[in-house]
Each structure stands twice: as C-alpha cells, then as structure tokens.
C-alpha cells in the first residue's frame, strides 16, 4: 500500500513544501526555543520578551502559513475550472459524435426501408407472374387433356389461337421495349 501512495500518479499530484511553510516552521521553532531559553531564567523581562517574540513570531508563522493555503485554494479552483473546461470540450466532441451516429444510422435505416420496399415491390411482381404462369399451365393442361380425350378438330382450332396469341404478346413486348429505349 505504502509503494501505491509513492507511484508516477500521486507523485504528480502532490505539491513539493512551499518554502512559506518551511519558513513558518522555523519561526515556530525560533518562538518556542525562546521561551524555553527564558524559562530558566526567571526574570519577567526576559520571560516578557520571550513572550512578546514567541507571540510575533507566531502571528508570522500564522500569516505566512494562511498566505500558502489561500494561494492552495487559488491553484486548486484553477485545476478544477481547467478539469471543467476540458470535460465540457470532451462534451461537445462525444455531442458531436453522437449527432454524427444517429444521421449515420437513420440514412442506414432509411435505405434498408427503401430497399426493404423495393424487395417486396418485387415479390409482389414476380407472384403476379408465377400466378398467371400457373393459370396458362393450367389451361395448357386443360387443353392437352381434352385433345387427349380424342376432340382432334380442336386441335387446329388450339394451334391458331397459340400462335396469334404469341403474335400479340410479341408485338406488345416489342413495342413495351421501344417506349422503354425511346
């Protein structure tokens, strides 16, 4: 636990001693050792004066030691308000990138929409188709069984009715494909 405290990051964050607080220290240390080295004396004037030092110095220790902790208070709101800039920019880029995601993702959608429309357009088309091709197998197969069941005159009759049918389906494909390339 103690090698944690020591690492890369609490190493950055912590602040070296500012020399203001050392020198508050020394004062400190300069009062009471004043006042000790009176004690023994036992004279009120050195006693007064041991005490009107300690009490100096003491009050400068205070000032110096107050100076240091409103100019810690001062860097900190500046690391905060520097924190709260940097997560308001790292804001307004993940906003941005949000925005840019959901105009992706609704284009997405919309095209599988339009292509999900499309397929089913052609699904409906070809059903259209598979339904007529099984009416036409059906009465192809309604013909053949009546041409089997020994009606030969309607043969011919079936043979010239194919045929302009096949005439008309052409000329009206032919003419579909030329409205199309014109």
Do not use: C
């Not at 036409?136 to 194919?162: C, F, N």
């Amino acid at each position: 636990m103690a090698a944690s405290r020591t690492g890369p990051r609490n190493s950055l964050r912590r602040r070296q001693r500012s020399v203001r607080v050392t020198v508050a220290v020394v004062l400190l240390a300069i009062a009471t050792l004043a006042v000790l080295v009176t004690l023994p004396m036992q004279s009120s004037l050195w006693l007064s004066i041991g005490a009107v030092l300690a009490l100096a110095l003491s009050w400068a220790a205070l000032r110096m030691m107050w100076s240091e902790v409103l100019e810690s208070r001062r860097e900190n709101a500046a690391d905060r308000a520097a924190a709260a800039a940097a997560y308001v920019e790292l804001f307004n880029v993940r906003a941005a990138e949000q925005a840019e995601f959901a105009t992706a993702m609704t284009e997405r959608l919309a095209e599988a929409h339009l292509a999900r429309r499309e397929l089913e357009g052609l699904v409906a088309q070809h059903q259209g188709r598979a339904d007529r091709a099984e009416a036409t197998v059906a009465t192809l197969e309604k013909t053949v069984a009546s041409l089997r069941a020994g009606q030969s005159d309607d043969l011919v009759a079936w043979d010239e009715q194919a045929t302009r049918r096949t005439t008309q389906k052409t000329t009206r494909s032919s003419s579909r494909k030329a409205l199309k390339g014109a």
